[in-house]
């Protein structure tokens, strides 16, 4: 650890809204260069945590700083550093893209470079649509529009609150090379998604917030470890049969204790694959009657990890 | 200041309305003309002239101010309300882009349609009534306060507003009539008490004869009073839109 500042700090940040608790006094610290998720049910309180770094609301209670520049008290400072990609698109109808990160660039200070914006424009694929009214962009370029105010003037810390929803897929790959080339680039990256596919992609770290309240923070992997269960899928021949003087089908007791379970069907078990040797558990499921026809293995996703953190009533279970 | 920010704002803000001129420039001044047409030309065959003024000359500098006030009016209020509405005014929320850079931005903007329609309003008036300009210094200066009076009026309001029911509250109900009983078409001396009395206590009839003094030379009122009451309103106004915009009073949560 050195003594360089963190990307995005926040202290107890608390938001009530009347009776509402928006956020009930989340403390995070992000990492300069880091891709940090922050993922979440919808009104969990993600928009609001962004909102808040950005100077769009203001805190009831705590403290928010970017590279050390506290977001009310040095608040100009704190903005000159970041880029928002807002959830919500939302476009000027009087002017063209071109113009658009024109404007953008001298907002924060920078003399408008079409060199500049001509490489937004190129890497967002709007090109073709620079010089036409933001009023005839269809929905996918209004939102690419959108990413490319929130670069172009190049911000050490960027936030993409939702900011793939309703692009499509391949644009949605070059997208994350793209954020990746920025991270290379030094960038900071926070961004919130509800394609937990693309959090696991991108993400170093990930936070998990339920009910304005930080219930997971770890690396990428490390949840995946401790939360996402690696499984075995197995296809038996034919169903289970009735145990006999119970109504339902059921399976050997040896594998309910290993936490097996089985489908509505009676022919796909479907195990996790514990701290024993997978080999042991091969040879045992061998011996079963019926016998088994094929054998699947399921990796360990982020959205197990997200439905398990949020399932859990104030849960707390933060890492590092 | 963030000067670069401030001048790409008020670069944007010029461009925003020279983009729909029809709008912004020429409905305006069609209006006024027929203002003029119509009230110069039908009054003016019965009431040829107001304390020694020729009736044509007498009604250009309240025609004058009409169109300069809702312009600078509508530019800064219609500008605020749209991004608020569209959204985009996370755009200025989010960048550096201090009180004072947002002020002299919107404010300069508005002055800047006011005085283009002002001066349109006069041209296509003087065609009619002869070129002639009493106190040319005096009329800009004048101008130029009257345009960020009302231009501060329209940032605040649009900040407050919700709906656009409440913006046009502002121009409809206040600014229009306020203008028409504010001695555009006659002297507040010509109406017989109380009228006469009422009539003085409405801050647009000072503003007009402001106007009055530099375009014609003479005024019913003292045109330091006119730059009092316009002054006067121009720095509550200043005082409330700064306020806003330093709190973020309906910008931000």
């Not at chain 1, 001509?118 to 620079?130: P, Q």
């Not at chain 2, 009534?129 to 009302?150: A, Q």
């Not at chain 2, 106007?211 to 003292?222: E, H, K, T």
Request: proline share 5%; net charge positive.
């Amino acid at each position: 650890m050195n003594g360089d500042p963190a990307a995005v700090e926040t202290e107890d940040l608390q938001k009530r809204y009347d009776e509402v608790v928006a956020l009930a006094g989340v403390s995070l610290s992000i990492g300069a260069g880091e891709i940090f998720a922050l993922l979440g049910p919808n009104g969990a309180g993600k928009t609001t945590w962004i909102s808040i770094v950005c100077g769009l609301v203001r805190a009831s209670a705590g403290r928010a700083r970017v590279l050390g520049h506290d977001v009310v008290a040095d608040a100009i400072a704190a903005r000159r550093l970041v880029g928002l990609v807002p959830q919500e698109i939302n476009f000027d109808p009087f002017f063209t893209p071109r113009e658009v990160l024109a404007f953008q660039m001298g907002y924060y200070g920078q003399r408008p470079d079409r060199q500049r914006v001509d490489e937004v424009l190129r890497a967002l694929d709007l090109s073709g649509k620079a010089d036409t009214n933001t009023r005839a962009l269809s929905g996918g370029m209004k939102r690419r529009l959108l990413i490319g105010k929130a670069l172009v003037h190049r911000p050490r810390v960027v936030f993409l609150d939702e900011p793939t929803a309703g692009v499509d897929v391949a644009l949605r790959r070059d997208l994350w090379s793209y954020v990746r080339q920025l991270r290379e680039e030094g960038t900071t990256i926070v961004l919130t998604t509800h394609y937990l596919e693309e959090a696991e992609a991108l993400a170093d770290r990930v936070a998990v917030i339920d009910r304005g309240q930080l219930v997971g923070l770890d690396t990428t992997a490390s949840l995946l470890a401790r939360f996402g269960r690696k499984q075995l899928r197995v296809r038996l021949t034919a169903p289970v049969g009735p145990v006999p003087g119970a109504v339902a089908p059921a399976l050997p007791a040896w594998l309910l204790d290993l936490g097996a379970t089985l489908d509505a069907s009676g022919r796909i078990v479907t195990c996790p694959l514990g701290a024993g040797s997978p080999a042991a558990l091969l040879a045992r499921l061998a011996t079963l009657d019926p016998p088994v026809a094929d054998i699947d293995t399921e990796q360990p996703s982020l959205e197990q990890v997200f439905l398990t953190l949020t399932s859990r009533a104030g849960g707390g279970e933060v890492g590092r | 200041m963030n000067a670069i920010g401030f001048r790409t704002l008020f670069i944007k803000e010029t461009r925003r309305f020279l983009r729909v001129p029809g709008q912004t420039l020429a409905q305006p001044v069609v209006t006024t003309a027929l203002y003029f047409l119509v009230c110069g030309y039908a009054r003016g065959g019965r009431v040829r002239e107001v304390g020694g003024v020729p009736y044509g000359r007498f009604i250009m500098p309240g025609l004058i101010l009409l169109g300069l006030s809702q312009n600078a009016f509508l530019n800064t209020s219609s500008s605020m309300f749209i991004a608020k509405l569209q959204g985009t005014i996370v755009d200025l929320l989010v960048a550096p882009l201090g009180v004072v850079d947002l002020l002299l931005a919107f404010n300069l903007a508005a002055i800047l349609r006011g005085m283009l329609v002002g001066g349109i309003v006069w041209f296509i008036s003087a065609l009619f009534t002869g070129f002639e300009v009493s106190h040319p210094l005096w009329v800009l200066m004048f101008g130029f306060l009257v345009g960020l009076t009302f231009g501060l009026v329209g940032l605040v309001v649009a900040i407050w507003s919700d709906k656009f029911e409440q913006l046009n509250i502002v121009p409809t109900f206040i600014i229009t009539p306020l203008t028409f009983l504010g001695g555009v078409f006659y002297s507040a001396d010509m109406l017989p008490p109380p009228w006469s009395y009422i009539s003085r206590v409405n801050p647009v009839l000072y503003m007009v004869e402001g106007l009055r003094y530099g375009v014609v030379g003479a005024s019913s009122s003292s045109p330091w009073l006119g730059l009092a009451v316009t002054g006067g309103i121009g720095l509550l106004s200043l005082a409330l839109a700064s306020w806003m915009l330093a709190a973020g009073y309906k910008l931000r949560s």
